[in-house]
Each structure stands twice: as structure tokens, then as C-alpha cells.
């Protein structure tokens, strides 16, 4: 978060001197809007005498569809947010632009004016105009405690771990609040949170910084996203016995190290890359739960080690992505590669990029069926039936495909 980058452009354009299109567009993302791609063709002769090779970036479609989707679910919550920190559960929409700032007011009252289900203006002539929940929102809304109670164990579990993770099991409070809503965490997690767990938790003030603490390692913990899920990754056979489920030539391999991919529908990989993309799914590494001071960073075990970072570090967050930006400022915490982004789009099977948004954001792609999120925490089901007052429509997240329910 401060002093370093994971954008060194002179050395990505350097490395890599036939990607300059897909290198700037990620670094600037204005780039990318105005052109409509990210991912795109790019052709160039080879240095001797044959045919020219070409290279492809892919969008993922459904996942530059899933942050446009988020847009107005977020305006919707963050005015629910404001209206309910109000004494009367009301707000003067002159008070508005003193919450939102001028630009993003004009943003909210179209919301007040699409979803009449969910806010409800009053006021006129002498009484000043405000807005509140309409009484089936409310209801709802009521229900946002019971999820938050239902959060608090996977809150302290994901802390816990994310500290774990760190070179010293310590983390600056300001990155953790640098993230917070990734993580799911109340505004107030310092006062209302970290105080009820003194066993888990302590502040401490190193050269004049706050850092969250561990006070005690739990190795039942110490257990990656990843690992948990390969005793799930079995099917029985006609005979009744144990066997591993069948691998595509997709870069999916068996074993204990080898990461789930997920290569866009255009990605045709040749032989020779499948062969050394085996090698590495099939290399043993560290866990990304050990001290990364005892390996070597040249080291390719130290290397895969890294990916399983940041595959664990997106794996706490609530829905599976985080900004390019938030990922950078973990630097120092857990060692992370200087080429950041490097790294991220060489593991293209199991990271995306978008630029979406105000930011680009990183995606954890095993997460994801199409544009939806397949195992949502009790914090974000809530939010779902609250914002299903909008119109939009549940989801079967077994299937990963909406149901015909809306609630009414």
C-alpha cells in the first residue's frame, strides 16, 4: 500500500514486448473501456523462417458481467446503509450529497426512483423530502443481525487465518480495514470484534503502527481452500470403491499439489505447454502456511508456493476477488513477487483480470459458474434476499442457474 507497485511497466513491457496492448490496458484500465477488449489477438512474425505465431488473450465474458451486476446492488445496499444509520431510520434528501458527495447523489436518486419496493420517498410542500425503507424492506432488513451472528465464526476463522498467512503473524490494522468489505467485516470489527476475542487477537504498536496480532497458532487451521477440497474430488466407481474423478486435457491433473484451472473456451494450448504445465501441477511445493523467509524465492517450489497465497488470500474473501490494489498492498505481509501481475496472468487458468469498474479486480476462477458465485456465506444470502425486492432473481447456487422465485 505504500511506496511499492505491482505495475513496474518498464519491466513488464520489457519482458514481455508482444503483450504491450494487454499490459497497458490492465495498468490503465481507461484503456480497455475505450476500446471494449482486454483480452486480444496479437500476431507477430517468429525470428526464423516459418509460420507466424499468434498469441490470444480472452476476456471472460461472464466475469466482466458479474462486476456490471454489482453496480446497482451495491448503490442499493450502501443507500439501505446510510438510511438505516439514521435516529429516525429516515433521510432529508437535501442531507444526501453530505453522505454521497454531489456527482454520486444524482446516482442514488434514480435508485429512489427505480425501486419503489425498497425506498419509499415522502415530504412535500412544507415538510423537506426524505426517503426511508418501505415496510417489506425493513422487515427484511431486520434479518441483517441473525446473518452477522451467523458471520462472526467465519470472520474470526478467515482473521485468524489471514494472519496465519503473514511472515509474522501480524498485520498493519489500516490493510485490514483496507479490506474489510472483502472480507465481511463490520465498519466497527476494531471495537465491536477483535475486544471479544483476546485469546485470538491482540493490537500491538510496532514503530508507532497499530498491527493486528496472533496470539495463538491453531494448526487445524493451517489447512488451504485447496486441500480442503480434494477429499471432496472423488467419485465411486460401478464397483462401489474410491476413484479419482476423470482428468480433461484442460491442464487438470491429479494429485495432491495441482490447483483447479479453468482456461477460457478459446484457449488451445499445444502439446509442449500441457507438458510442462503437468510438471508444475505435479510438483510438490511448500505450504502457503509456513514462514516464506525459509525458501528460496528463486526456488520453483517457492514460486508455486506464491500462487498458493494468493489463491488462499482470495479464498478468505467473501466473494472470492479483490482489487488489484488491495492484493499490491500485502506486499510485505507475505512476501509477495515484485512482478505481481506477472504472475497473475501467467496462471490465467486460475485468475482473472478485469478492468470493470473503477478498478481492476482480480477473480479467483474455481469460485465461479458463469457470472455467479457458487457457495455464498450467510452475510451475502442475505443480501440476495434483500436485493431480490429489486426484481432481481434468486439464485440456485447448486445449479448455478436463477429459479423463478422473486419475492413479493
Known sequence: MQGRSMFNLHQLLKC?????????????????????????PVKYKSSGVGRSKKKIYHRVHELDRAMDLQKKPSLILKLTAIIQSQKNQSLLLRDLEKQVGFVQKWNFMAVIEKYPSIFRADGGGRKPPSVR??????????????????????????????LMLSIDCRVPLEKIEFIESELGLPNDFKSSLIPKYPGFFSVKD????DYLQLENWDSSLAVSAREERLPREVV???????????????????????????????????????????KWQKMEFPSPYLNARSFEAKDPKARKRVVAVLHELLSLT???????AQLDAFHSEYLLPSRL????????????????????????????????????????????????????????????MPSSQVVS
Open 236 to 278: 465411486l466407481d460401478p464397483a462401489g470403491g474410491r476413484k479419482k474423478l476423470r482428468i480433461s486435457k484442460d491442464g487438470n491433473y491429479q494429485g495432491h499439489y495441482a490447483f483447479r484451472l479453468n482456461f477460457p473456451a478459446g484457449f488451445r494450448p499445444n502439446m509442449s505447454y500441457l507438458e510442462e504445465l503437468q
Open 133 to 162: 425503507l418501505t415496510d417489506k424492506a425493513q422487515k427484511i432488513a431486520s434479518e441483517e443481525a441473525e446473518a452477522r451472528n451467523l458471520m462472526e465464526p467465519i470472520l474470526v476463522k478467515n482473521l485468524r487465518k489471514l
Open 206 to 209: 510496532v514503530n508507532g503502527k
Open 341 to 400: 501481475l506477472l504472475c497473475l496472468i501467467k496462471h490465467q487458468g486460475m485468475f482473472y483480470i478485469t478492468n470493470k469498474g473503477a478498478r481492476s479486480t482480480v477473480f479467483l476462477k474455481e469460485a465461479y459458474h458463469g457470472s455467479n458465485l457458487t457457495d455464498k456465506c450467510p452475510l451475502l444470502l442475505f443480501y440476495d434476499k434483500f436485493l431480490s425486492l429489486s426484481g432481481r432473481k434468486e439464485m440456485d447456487w447448486q445449479g448455478g
Open 16 to 40: 514481455f514486448p508482444f503483450q504491450k496492448r494487454i499490459i497497458y490496458e490492465l495498468v490503465y484500465p481507461t484503456l480497455g473501456q475505450k476500446t471494449g477488449s482486454m483480452w486480444i
Open 318 to 324: 467473501m466473494e472470492k476477488r479483490m482489487t488489484s
